[in-house]
T-cell receptor, first 112, second 110 residues
């Protein structure tokens, strides 16, 4: 079945440094790749997403890159701040088939 | 209020009892999902629904039942609760791409 692997499981960086979280998906039909941030005790919330027809997308300090050939996508956070501390989840979804089910990675706990 | 809401927020139940977790959304989103969140496992998909009366199994459906008679509601039932079903349960809905999550239900089975 579909699977999304996410690494690392924990990441500790100094304030101002960059953080990179990597995900690999198995379903070649996946065409939508969102990233969610979950603060302690709260619900996951979308921070950025990318579609399969785009290689890179940026929104202020965060960016996502996608390599369809390798089935690999990454989240990049620059100039990290204490408020970036949270658990980050990647996900993959096939929106073309009509099922739209999101398969999530196991999460990365980022400490700044 | 507009949005997606889950009830109850917290629930303690005994092994073997039936429990139903409620999920209601006001956006008329077609797609709804149930996930469970456990340490080390992230968010695992239990069931999802593409529209009223259309449901399908996710990654971990055993022990759970869902129904969707109305677009706005997607209840999740544990027919005979087990300790392994102790978890935080999130409902989510999506109209096209972004999935919006409810606030979660923390379920403890004793």
């Amino acid at each position: 079945g579909e699977n999304v692997e996410q690494h690392p499981s924990t990441l500790s960086v100094q304030e101002g440094d960059s953080a990179v979280i990597k995900c690999t998906y198995s379903d070649s039909a996946s065409n939508y790749f969102p990233w969610y941030k979950q603060e302690l005790g709260k619900r996951p919330q979308l921070i950025i997403d990318i579609r399969s027809n785009v290689g890179e997308k940026k929104d202020q300090r965060i960016a996502v890159t996608l390599n369809k050939t390798a089935k690999h996508f990454s989240l990049h956070i620059t100039e990290t701040q204490p408020e970036d501390s949270a658990v980050y989840f990647c996900a993959a979804s096939d929106t073309a088939s009509g099922t739209y089910k999101y398969i999530f990675g196991t999460g990365t706990r980022l400490k700044v | 209020d507009a949005g997606i809401t889950q009830s109850p927020r917290y629930k303690i139940t005994e092994t073997g009892r039936q429990v139903t977790l409620m999920c209601h959304q006001t956006w008329s989103h077609s797609y709804m999902f149930w996930y469970r969140q456990d340490l080390g496992h992230g968010l695992r998909l239990i069931y999802y629904s593409a529209a009223a009366d259309i449901t399908d199994k996710g990654e971990v459906p055993d022990g759970y039942v869902v129904s969707r008679s109305k677009t706005e509601n997607f209840p999740l039932t544990l027919e005979s609760a087990t300790r392994s079903q102790t978890s935080v349960y999130f409902c989510a809905s999506s109209g096209w791409t972004e999935a919006f999550f409810g606030q979660g239900t923390r379920l403890t089975v004793v």
